[in-house]
Structure formats: C-alpha cells, structure tokens
C-alpha cells in the first residue's frame, strides 16, 4: 500500500471517528434524562471516590503527604504535584511511567548534544520538566492545547525552580520549521495527530532532528506504517513496544498486591507503541 493511501486511510478512520463523537453526542443529550443515567453517574462517583482513597492510602504508605518526589526511573527525584493531566499519577510518582521507553530517555539524558527540546502535548510536565531538570543547558519547550494541563506545568517547573523552560499552546508546521535542527529532539504525544503534525513535506527541518513520538494505531490504525515510510530514507528508526505489567523492580514492599497492581496500572490501550527516529545525517 503506497503512502498516499495509508495516510487517505487513516484520515478517514479520523473522519469517521468524527462523526461518531457527533453521533455520540445525539445520543448523550436524550441518555442524561434517564434514570439509568442517573443511577450510571451515581456509581461512578461511588467508584471516583474510592479510587480516590485508595490512591492517598498508596501515597501515605509511600511516605508522602503534600510534597512528593519521583522514586525511581529517568527522572528520580524530581519534585512532582498531586494532579496528573490525561493520565495516571501514581506510575509517574513511583517512576514506572512508560517504562518501555526508559533506555531511550536516560540516553537522551545522557548526551550533551541537544540544545533544544521541544515537548508536544506535554500534559502536566512529566516529561518537560524531567528534561528541564536534568539538561539544564538545554531550552525546553513545552506545549499543550490544554490551558489546565499547561499550568500545572507551569506549577511544576516553578516546584522544581527551573529557569530554561517555556510554555505555549500550540505548534504548527511553520512553528517546526523555525525551531528545529540538527540539535533538536522533538517529544511529540498528540493523540493521533502525530500523523498530521509530523509530515516533512510541510516541514522539513523534520528531517534534520530526532523525534521521538508515542503511535496511537489504538486511535488511528495506520499511524505507525505511515510515520515509518515518511522517515525511513532520512533517519534510523527503534520501535517500542507496550507491554502488559511492568517488569523492573520499583520499592513497593510496604503495598499490598491489590495496591500495586493499581500503583502501577496507566490504564493504557492495548497496542501501544514508540518511535525513537534520528537522522542518519546525525550519525
């Protein structure tokens, strides 16, 4: 299948998803005057809450009460609020997040060589701030279109006192072009619209930075085949993985089973990938 009708593909998948949030939306507006609305919104309040408790059960046997700080991973010992934006705090707290990905993150902070890093769809700041931090010679660039995500982003570098970071809410193609080069890495998890935002036909300094991009085929299915063919002739491409559990030792000995299992779980899709993509012009 050529590029043109992969991409064709996976836009009308995003065309048809569309249209049944539309669909969805109908069919929500007549759903809230029942009564097994009613009784579907109490039960999920009854479950809300006790996820609650159960996650500052967790954080008291933690030791932690107000200021809490990364244990372990990439980022061990970073200062982190109680709020995480669009995904699950405690993975980030314990420093499990992502843990799939975590060789290619210790690289990155391992190596001088990025002056630049720009964070699309940033969140809360995990990850912004995690290389804010530990590559104080690098500018970051942190980027949500979410106004409440990005300010407890804000809250979070002001936490951990960082100097070399900005926020704004978006980027575009003239955006990338303008700020990326030999020296950037671009961090990139959008959702799905990775497939729009990272195309070197609209923005071709693309070609000359590393990306490394989380694939939403759970979303969008095609987006990996497509980003790979885009990129294959200008950059060297690693593929991670997802995977069930987590399979490095966190220091959870205090929890009980059924607390770890949820500390650890990110409720992510299944089908979950990475793509860590740098020029072969870098090499």
Same mark, same amino acid.
């Given at each position: 299948?050529?590029? $043109?009708?992969?991409?064709f593909?996976? !836009?009308?998948?995003?065309?048809? $998803?569309?249209?049944?949030?539309?669909?969805y939306?109908?069919?929500?507006?007549?759903?809230?005057?029942?009564?097994?609305? !009613?009784k579907?919104?109490?039960?999920?309040?009854?479950?809300?809450?006790?996820?609650? /408790?159960?996650?500052?059960?967790? =954080?008291n046997k933690?030791?932690? /009460?107000?200021?809490?700080?990364?244990?372990?991973?990439?980022?061990?010992?970073?200062?982190?609020?109680?709020?995480?934006?669009?995904?699950?705090?405690?993975?980030k707290? %314990?420093?499990a997040?992502?843990?799939?990905?975590?060789?290619?993150?210790?690289?990155?902070?391992?190596?001088?060589?990025?002056k630049r890093i720009?964070?699309?769809?940033?969140?809360?700041?995990?990850?912004? %701030?995690?290389f804010?931090?530990?590559?104080?010679?690098?500018?970051?660039i942190? *980027?949500?279109? $979410?106004?409440?995500?990005?300010? +407890?982003a804000?809250? =979070?570098?002001?936490?951990?006192?960082?100097?070399n970071?900005?926020?704004?809410?978006?980027?575009?193609?003239k955006f +990338?072009d303008?700020?990326?080069?030999?020296?950037?890495l671009?961090? *990139?998890?959008?959702?799905g619209?990775?497939?729009?935002?990272?195309?070197?036909?609209?923005?071709k300094? +693309?070609?000359?930075?590393? %990306?490394?991009?989380?694939v939403?085929?759970?979303?969008?299915?095609? %987006?990996?085949?497509?980003?790979v063919?885009?990129?294959?002739?200008?950059?060297?491409?690693?593929?991670?993985?997802?995977?069930?559990g987590?399979?490095?030792?966190?220091? +959870?000995?205090m929890?009980?089973?059924?607390?770890?299992?949820?500390?650890?779980?990110?409720?992510?899709?299944?089908?979950?990938?990475?793509?860590?993509m740098?020029?072969?012009? /870098?090499?």
């Amino acid at each position: 299948m050529s590029l $043109n009708n992969i991409s064709f593909t996976v !836009k009308s998948h995003m065309l048809a $998803n569309s249209l049944k949030k539309s669909l969805y939306g109908l069919y929500r507006s007549f759903y809230r005057k029942t009564n097994s609305y !009613k009784k579907s919104q109490e039960l999920s309040q009854a479950l809300k809450k006790e996820e609650e /408790n159960l996650q500052h059960q967790i =954080l008291n046997k933690l030791g932690f /009460n107000d200021q809490m700080v990364v244990l372990q991973g990439p980022f061990k010992g970073m200062k982190y609020g109680g709020m995480a934006s669009g995904s699950m705090l405690l993975p980030k707290i %314990i420093g499990a997040y992502e843990e799939p990905i975590h060789d290619w993150v210790s690289q990155i902070l391992a190596s001088n060589k990025y002056k630049r890093i720009i964070d699309v769809g940033c969140a809360e700041g995990f990850y912004a %701030i995690g290389f804010a931090r530990s590559i104080p010679t690098a500018q970051i660039i942190a *980027c949500d279109i $979410n106004e409440n995500a990005l300010a +407890l982003a804000k809250e =979070l570098s002001v936490r951990n006192g960082l100097k070399n970071i900005d926020f704004i809410k978006e980027v575009d193609h003239k955006f +990338l072009d303008q700020h990326c080069d030999e020296s950037t890495l671009l961090f *990139c998890d959008i959702e799905g619209h990775e497939l729009t935002l990272l195309d070197p036909l609209k923005s071709k300094n +693309l070609l000359k930075c590393e %990306i490394l991009v989380e694939v939403h085929d759970c979303f969008f299915p095609g %987006i990996q085949k497509a980003l790979v063919e885009r990129f294959q002739a200008s950059h060297a491409i690693q593929i991670a993985l997802d995977y069930s559990g987590r399979v490095l030792s966190y220091p +959870l000995h205090m929890l009980s089973e059924k607390e770890k299992r949820y500390a650890l779980d990110e409720r992510r899709p299944k089908g979950m990938s990475w793509l860590y993509m740098k020029p072969f012009s /870098n090499s």
